[in-house]
C-alpha cells in the first residue's frame, strides 16, 4: 500500500515516480533524507503505550473495560491473548515483551513485587528462580526480604535464598524512604 501510495503504480497507472529506496527515504530531514516514519515501530510504539496504561493506570475506562473482558483476574503482565481475542486486543497483547524489556519495578512496601523473575535491581535485571526452591518460597515478595519498618534488607535470609551474586545484586540496590508504594517505572 505505501509503495502505491507514493510511486502511483496502480491498476490504471502502472507508471509512477521512481524516488529513491525506502531507507533512503526514510533517513531523518536533517540528515538529507525525506523523514519518513517506520510506520510498523510507529504503531508498536502506540501499542505499546497503550499496554503501559492498562499497567500503571487501573481506574482509566479503557483499562477497567479491557480488564473485564481480557484479563479479570490478573494484571495485564500476566494476561492471555485468549480464544478469539479482538484484533485490537491481540495487538496490544503482543506488545508485552517489549514493555515488559523497557521498565523495572521502583521499591515501595514491596507487597506487590515479587523477589523471583521481576525486574527490580538497581541494575534493570531480575533474581532467577532457583531450581531447588521449595514450592512454598516460589510466590514470596520483596516485602519478605526486608526489614519493613527500617526499609532495610533482611541480609540472613537473602543470603539463604539466593547467590552470592544476587545477594550483592539485591543489597546495592537502595530502598528509598520517599518511595511508598510500589510502581513500575
Known sequence: MLNSFWWGHNRQ???GINW???KRLSIPKKDG???FKNLRAF???MLGKQAWKFMTEPDNMVTRLFK???FPKCDFMDSRCGHNPSYVWRS???TKNIVKAGYKW???TGHH???WNQTWLTDGSSVETPEWLPEELKNITVADVMHAPLRVWNVGVIRNLVSVEDTTLILQTPLFESVHNDRRI
Open 43 to 45: 504503531n508498536n510504539a
Open 68 to 70: 473485564a473482558r481480557y
Open 113 to 115: 513485587i515479587p523477589v
Open 13 to 15: 497507472n502502472a507508471k
Open 33 to 35: 533524507g525525506l523523514g
Open 20 to 22: 529513491m529506496s525506502w
Open 106 to 108: 521502583s521499591i515501595g
Open 92 to 94: 496490544i497483547w503482543e
